[in-house]
């Protein structure tokens, strides 16, 4: 299935991340482009209705507002993707996945500066397209050269032109009669003044040299209309100067040092810096008549950098359409907000989906919609401008969907519920796969077996090449003859000999041989074969990273409740350098921005749900539980809006709390009435309901509550009425008071115990004196403790979670001693 429709794969693989199966509109061309060859009838195009039957949608996310199915088409059934056929005047069928065709790939040409392709990510210098008014409208695209060097901050748009060159002025007497037009290159001035229009500054530099030649009255600028100027670059628009005009440095007190007209050279030059007036289209020049009358003039390219105030640039996925706007189709009016909060306030509409916004600088004003600019046209203004936004591009279905699982292992290994695996071809002795595999991965080892599902696993990941038949696994009875041990010290009952074997003698060394349903044979350990390595995924926090002595920030795999117990294994962001005695796990979500609340009386009728990422609520519930401390910041700003009664978030089971952030548990205040400072003595800020922006914000830190999933807002019904909230991560750090922490060689396992499987109790003794003395034991060897904290009661064992099936009781915690590994009887290492 994977291989059928890996064309997607690939096209996405030739532009980086801007290609995808074409999306066609009416004016599409392909049907040209797939004559040209004649090499095949079909070609793939990126429409399908994979997602749901009978609803056809594009690939790189466009919505559907043109189709050009031949007739009949589509014929539905299993045929769920579409392609062009040209020898049917380009129209479209549908197809069965599995068929193989051509494929016709596009990316667009949308961005609109070298500033947004430095938003981008793109920080090389070099030329890049840009389209500077959006797609479909005004000037075409075209190439410039981006300089992302200079200025850190963003990038330089450079306008070439023909006329770089220090170039000399002669023979022309009369004013004006020395005529210099400017091109620049194969844009036009219109593509140009488009490109200035839309930065933030652009500056061109003009320079006159001059030996007994006058300037004011002689020599002139023209600007992007074609208009004579009357000033010089550094001086002030329409002063009628030079630089030293202005600043009084003129020779003689003249407005320009040229209109001296001495027998020295003298010279006047700056910058122009009105972008309404760039690029510049002309220069004229006279007063050279004479023989000692001339002078040598100099243009540099135009620079434009930045962004205009009207642009969105706090983020990349809206498209910019200059003064374009969709009139009526609107399904929301927002009046003083900034361009970026309507780029947000669009993303987060919930009552449908926005596709474009409308932009008025002059009002501030905001027109969200549904449609964009190709399921409606749009109307011209210049008051105006529209952002298209830029949807999601469609999974691929036919891709497992397991990249978030994969991550949660390091580059090359596999997960399988508690572990990561690895499989090497390379045929090796037994010590030499030994060693491989601890040299792959800090915690790595030749793989051990604890049940039937890992062995399973394992059957299958052997078969994944058929490129040998026997893999190295850890089982040596090395040590002691017949008495066979793991590598990586793990105890487990498990075993999965094929009939006859061990078979004993000289062969000490276990392989699982998947011809023979992965069961194991004992083999000579200098013989060679492939090997299958694993490292535990058993470290439960942040913090016990650290512990482990890992000091740098970045993601790391945690499973808050142990293995094989609970929760799956995730991925977190850990802070190492804040706290310097602990790791803070970091658990973030979708709703990270500032984000606007309109258009909702009824209270409690905005809502939003919170999402941590691909982790569930209950994972991110158990990483509350075993830490110390929990905190998540959480605002509402308002306008007019009332909080108490119309606005509430809600805990990890989804009951609504009445208290906001950094008031006292279920206080039903917020934190200014704990204090006692809101304003008029309400019970919060917000309250007030007044026309002034107040604000309640504060951390809440009951972890048993957290994290937040959900906050509803009302009372935003009237035009006057809005707010912005704003939700941070959820931030855990430290330990509870019933883990260990003061060693790594115990793995923990929350509210399991092994009931009735105890060699020693112990009373009125704390946690960690606990793993002490289940190390110091000497009548038996201790595998584990259960730890009761409310009795302060620990239950040595000689048995674990693999050796027996431990009990569910949250009243108990499991400990799992970490075994020392076995080891190299060869090297002893």
């Given at each position: 299935?994977?291989?059928?429709?890996?064309?997607?794969?690939?096209?996405?693989?030739?532009?980086?991340?801007?290609?995808?199966?074409?999306?066609?509109?009416?004016?599409?061309?392909?049907?040209?482009?797939?004559?040209?060859?004649?090499?095949?009838?079909?070609?793939?195009?990126?429409?399908?209705?994979?997602?749901?039957?009978?609803?056809?949608?594009?690939?790189?996310?466009?919505?559907?507002?043109?189709?050009?199915?031949?007739?009949?088409?589509?014929?539905?059934g299993?045929?769920?993707c579409?392609?062009?056929?040209?020898?049917?005047?380009?129209?479209?069928?549908?197809?069965?996945?599995?068929?193989?065709?051509?494929?016709?790939?596009?990316?667009?040409?949308?961005?609109?500066?070298?500033?947004?392709w430095?938003?981008?990510?793109?920080?090389?210098?070099?030329y890049?397209?840009?389209?500077?008014?959006?797609?479909?409208?005004?000037?075409?695209?075209?190439?410039?050269?981006?300089?992302m060097?200079?200025?850190?901050?963003?990038?330089?748009?450079?306008?070439?032109?023909?006329?770089?060159?220090r170039?000399?002025?002669?023979?022309?007497?009369?004013?004006?009669?020395?005529?210099?037009?400017?091109?620049?290159?194969?844009?036009?001035?219109?593509?140009?003044?488009?490109?200035?229009?839309?930065?933030?500054?652009?500056?061109?530099?003009?320079?006159?040299?001059?030996?007994?030649?006058?300037?004011?009255?002689?020599?002139?600028?023209?600007?992007?209309?074609?208009?004579?100027?009357?000033?010089?670059?550094?001086?002030?628009?329409?002063?009628?100067?030079?630089?030293?005009?202005?600043?009084?440095?003129?020779?003689?007190?003249?407005?320009?040092?040229?209109?001296?007209?001495?027998?020295?050279?003298?010279?006047?030059?700056?910058?122009?810096?009105?972008?309404?007036?760039?690029?510049?289209?002309?220069?004229?020049?006279?007063?050279?008549?004479?023989?000692?009358?001339?002078?040598?003039?100099?243009?540099?390219?135009?620079?434009c950098?930045?962004?205009?105030?009207?642009?969105?640039?706090?983020?990349?996925?809206?498209?910019?359409?200059?003064?374009?706007?969709?009139?009526?189709?609107?399904?929301a009016?927002?009046?003083?907000?900034?361009?970026?909060?309507?780029?947000?306030?669009?993303?987060?509409?919930?009552?449908?989906i926005?596709?474009?916004?409308?932009?008025?600088?002059?009002?501030?004003?905001?027109?969200?919609?549904?449609?964009?600019?190709?399921?409606?046209?749009?109307?011209?203004?210049?008051?105006?401008?529209?952002?298209?936004?830029?949807?999601?591009?469609?999974?691929?279905?036919?891709?497992?969907?397991?990249?978030?699982?994969?991550?949660?292992?390091?580059?090359?290994?596999?997960?399988?519920?508690?572990?990561?695996?690895?499989?090497?071809?390379?045929?090796?002795?037994?010590?030499?796969?030994?060693?491989?595999?601890?040299?792959?991965?800090?915690?790595?080892?030749?793989?051990?077996?604890?049940?039937?599902?890992?062995?399973?696993?394992?059957?299958?990941?052997?078969?994944?090449?058929?490129?040998?038949?026997?893999?190295?696994i850890?089982?040596?009875?090395?040590?002691?003859?017949?008495?066979w041990?793991?590598?990586?010290?793990?105890?487990?009952?498990?075993?999965?000999?094929?009939?006859?074997?061990?078979?004993?003698?000289?062969?000490?060394?276990?392989?699982?041989?998947?011809?023979?349903?992965?069961?194991?044979?004992?083999?000579?350990?200098?013989?060679?074969?492939?090997?299958?390595?694993?490292?535990?995924?058993?470290?439960?926090?942040?913090?016990?990273?650290?512990?482990?002595?890992?000091?740098?920030?970045?993601?790391?795999?945690?499973?808050?409740?142990?293995?094989?117990?609970?929760?799956?294994?995730?991925r977190?962001?850990?802070?190492?350098?804040?706290?310097?005695?602990?790791?803070?796990?970091?658990?973030?979500?979708?709703?990270?921005?500032?984000?606007?609340?309109?258009?909702?009386?009824?209270?409690?009728g905005?809502?939003?749900?919170?999402?941590?990422?691909?982790?569930?609520?209950?994972?991110?519930?158990?990483?509350?539980?075993?830490?110390?401390?929990?905190?998540q910041?959480?605002?509402?700003?308002?306008?007019?809006?009332?909080?108490?009664?119309?606005?509430?978030?809600?805990?990890?089971?989804?009951?609504?709390?009445?208290?906001?952030?950094?008031?006292?548990?279920?206080?039903?205040?917020?934190?200014?009435?704990?204090?006692?400072?809101?304003?008029?003595?309400?019970?919060?800020?917000?309250?007030?309901?007044?026309?002034?922006?107040?604000?309640?914000?504060?951390?809440?830190?009951d972890?048993?509550?957290?994290?937040?999933?959900?906050?509803?807002?009302?009372?935003?019904?009237?035009?006057?009425?809005?707010?912005?909230?704003?939700?941070?991560?959820?931030?855990?750090?430290?330990?509870?008071?019933?883990?260990?922490?003061?060693r790594?060689?115990?793995?923990?396992?929350?509210?399991?115990?092994?009931?009735?499987?105890?060699?020693?109790?112990?009373?009125?003794?704390?946690?960690?004196?606990?793993?002490?003395?289940?190390?110091?034991?000497?009548?038996?060897?201790?595998?584990?403790?259960?730890?009761?904290?409310?009795?302060?009661?620990?239950?040595?064992?000689?048995?674990?979670?693999?050796?027996?099936?431990?009990?569910?009781?949250?009243?108990?915690h499991?400990?799992?001693?970490?075994?020392?590994?076995?080891?190299?009887?060869?090297?002893?290492?």
């Amino acid at each position: 299935m994977r291989r059928a429709w890996s064309v997607d794969e690939y096209a996405q693989g030739l532009k980086r991340h801007h290609s995808f199966i074409t999306q066609i509109g009416a004016d599409a061309r392909a049907p040209n482009c797939t004559l040209s060859t004649f090499g095949t009838n079909y070609y793939w195009i990126g429409f399908n209705d994979l997602n749901e039957e009978g609803t056809w949608a594009w690939t790189d996310g466009s919505v559907v507002s043109y189709t050009n199915w031949h007739s009949g088409e589509p014929s539905g059934g299993s045929e769920d993707c579409g392609v062009l056929r040209w020898n049917s005047d380009g129209t479209w069928y549908d197809a069965d996945y599995l068929s193989t065709y051509g494929y016709i790939c596009k990316y667009p040409l949308n961005t609109i500066s070298c500033a947004e392709w430095k938003r981008k990510g793109y920080t090389s210098n070099g030329y890049y397209t840009i389209d500077p008014d959006g797609r479909n409208n005004g000037v075409d695209p075209y190439r410039v050269y981006c300089d992302m060097t200079t200025d850190a901050s963003t990038g330089i748009t450079t306008f070439e032109h023909q006329e770089t060159n220090r170039s000399l002025v002669t023979d022309a007497e009369a004013p004006f009669s020395f005529i210099r037009n400017i091109t620049y290159g194969d844009k036009s001035v219109n593509q140009v003044t488009t490109g200035a229009d839309i930065s933030g500054e652009c500056y061109q530099y003009i320079k006159y040299e001059c030996h007994a030649s006058y300037l004011t009255g002689y020599t002139a600028w023209y600007d992007r209309d074609g208009k004579q100027k009357n000033y010089w670059g550094g001086a002030t628009v329409d002063s009628g100067q030079c630089a030293c005009g202005i600043s009084g440095s003129c020779t003689n007190g003249h407005q320009c040092n040229c209109d001296t007209d001495d027998d020295a050279w003298r010279e006047d030059s700056g910058y122009l810096t009105d972008k309404t007036t760039l690029p510049v289209t002309e220069m004229r020049f006279g007063d050279t008549g004479d023989t000692v009358e001339y002078g040598y003039y100099t243009l540099g390219p135009l620079y434009c950098k930045g962004d205009d105030s009207f642009l969105v640039t706090g983020r990349t996925d809206f498209m910019f359409i200059k003064e374009r706007y969709l009139h009526y189709n609107n399904n929301a009016v927002l009046s003083s907000i900034t361009v970026e909060e309507c780029a947000q306030a669009c993303v987060s509409a919930f009552t449908f989906i926005c596709r474009s916004f409308d932009y008025e600088p002059s009002y501030s004003r905001c027109y969200l919609s549904e449609e964009n600019d190709l399921t409606v046209n749009p109307y011209s203004g210049s008051v105006y401008h529209m952002f298209v936004r830029i949807m999601d591009r469609i999974e691929d279905p036919f891709t497992d969907d397991d990249t978030s699982d994969q991550d949660l292992c390091d580059a090359g290994w596999i997960r399988n519920g508690n572990a990561c695996y690895q499989l090497v071809e390379s045929t090796v002795d037994y010590t030499t796969a030994l060693d491989g595999c601890r040299n792959l991965n800090d915690y790595g080892d030749l793989a051990s077996v604890a049940d039937q599902d890992e062995s399973n696993f394992l059957f299958v990941l052997s078969r994944r090449t058929f490129g040998m038949n026997y893999y190295w696994i850890g089982f040596n009875d090395l040590d002691e003859e017949g008495t066979w041990a793991w590598t990586d010290g793990s105890v487990s009952s498990y075993t999965n000999w094929y009939s006859g074997e061990p078979s004993g003698g000289s062969e000490h060394c276990g392989v699982l041989r998947w011809s023979s349903d992965g069961t194991w044979y004992d083999a000579g350990c200098s013989s060679t074969h492939g090997y299958i390595c694993k490292y535990p995924l058993n470290t439960i926090s942040c913090a016990e990273w650290k512990r482990k002595g890992y000091t740098s920030n970045g993601y790391y795999t945690i499973d808050p409740d142990g293995r094989n117990n609970g929760v799956d294994p995730c991925r977190v962001y850990c802070d190492m350098t804040t706290d310097a005695s602990t790791g803070i796990m970091t658990f973030e979500h979708q709703e990270a921005n500032r984000s606007l609340v309109i258009g909702e009386n009824s209270p409690f009728g905005f809502i939003r749900n919170i999402t941590y990422g691909d982790k569930s609520i209950d994972q991110v519930a158990t990483g509350a539980d075993i830490s110390g401390e929990c905190y998540q910041y959480i605002k509402y700003e308002c306008h007019a809006s009332y909080l108490t009664g119309y606005t509430a978030w809600y805990d990890r089971d989804g009951k609504q709390k009445n208290y906001w952030g950094g008031a006292t548990v279920d206080s039903g205040q917020c934190a200014c009435g704990i204090s006692g400072s809101c304003h008029n003595g309400h019970q919060c800020n917000c309250n007030t309901k007044d026309d002034a922006w107040r604000e309640d914000s504060g951390y809440l830190t009951d972890k048993t509550t957290l994290p937040v999933t959900e906050m509803r807002f009302g009372d935003t019904g009237d035009t006057v009425e809005y707010g912005y909230y704003t939700l941070g991560p959820l931030y855990c750090k430290g330990d509870e008071s019933f883990l260990v922490t003061g060693r790594t060689d115990f793995m923990f396992i929350k509210e399991r115990y092994l009931g009735g499987y105890n060699n020693a109790v112990l009373s009125s003794i704390t946690v960690e004196d606990c793993a002490t003395a289940c190390v110091s034991a000497s009548s038996f060897i201790c595998r584990s403790f259960d730890y009761n904290p409310s009795s302060s009661r620990c239950y040595l064992s000689e048995e674990n979670d693999l050796t027996v099936d431990p009990s569910s009781d949250p009243v108990y915690h499991l400990f799992v001693r970490i075994m020392d590994r076995i080891k190299d009887p060869f090297t002893g290492g």
